[in-house]
């Protein structure tokens, strides 16, 4: 299982939201570029960095900086928010981030059936996000439900060709309270994408327990900006 550390962006510093709410941004870092090093230094291959701004606005203000952190370091970057055009899609797969994450237009029927030829051309390289609460897909900053389980959602993306999903549980995500591990048991039983796991995670038996679930990486990131998880301790892998 690979441990891939979060940088969130907004406002240009690195932050933590709890439970999404960006009421509650906790600032730990002016210098993405610098957290950036930090984790490579302890032998992260790839960081995960999602524009808060962008996921809240539709503008990705925080995109430079992402650019950045691809284009100067030795790092695989997956990069998201904010990302609800064609054209920004085609952007971004035409410089050095290495994966884009799609999250809002996967529910726009139009702009989904546009990212196909993408998911035929180069799918290692589009992963499909989601949000879970109490099992459901919740949009518009988790506060709408989509009705429908995220099995049922997971199974439609796997027949559009995604091979890669990122699902977040909203109820434990910046809590440090651990992740919900029986949600991923399922995900990675019942549909056939590789499945990245994100939210809670407080401790190295956390870890353990997502690593038994069979699941591709996990996303850490409260964990260790708190110091909850030594930096110098985790075994990334490739």
Not at 91 to 115: P, Y
Request: proline letters at 3%; one cysteine or more; aromatic letters at 4%.
């Amino acid at each position: 299982m690979q441990i891939i550390p979060a940088i969130d962006l907004k406002d240009g510093n690195c932050v933590r939201l709890l439970k999404g709410d960006f009421a509650q941004a906790t600032v730990y870092s002016d210098d993405p570029m610098e957290m950036a090093r930090k984790f490579i230094e302890a032998g992260a291959k790839r960081i995960h960095i999602i524009d808060l701004d962008g996921a809240k606005t539709g503008e990705q203000t925080n995109l430079s900086s992402i650019r950045m952190i691809a284009d100067l370091l030795d790092v695989k970057v997956q990069c998201g928010g904010g990302i609800r055009t064609i054209d920004r899609v085609k952007e971004l797969l035409s410089n050095a981030i290495d994966r884009i994450i799609l999250g809002t237009i996967l529910f726009d029927e139009m702009l989904l059936q546009e990212i196909l030829p993408f998911l035929t051309q180069q799918p290692e390289r589009l992963i499909a996000a989601l949000d879970a609460k109490e099992g459901k897909v919740v949009t518009h900053g988790w506060v709408e439900s989509t009705g429908e389980t995220i099995v049922e959602k997971a199974r439609k993306l796997a027949t559009l060709g995604f091979q890669r999903i990122l699902v977040t549980d909203v109820a434990v995500d910046g809590t440090l309270e651990g992740p919900n591990i029986a949600l991923y048991e399922q995900l990675v039983k019942e549909q056939p994408m590789k499945v990245i796991a994100s939210g809670g995670v407080s401790s190295q038996k956390d870890l353990d327990a997502l690593e038994k679930t069979g699941v591709e990486a996990v996303v850490v990131g409260k964990a260790i900006y708190s110091g909850a998880l030594d930096l110098a301790q985790l075994k990334f892998n490739p």
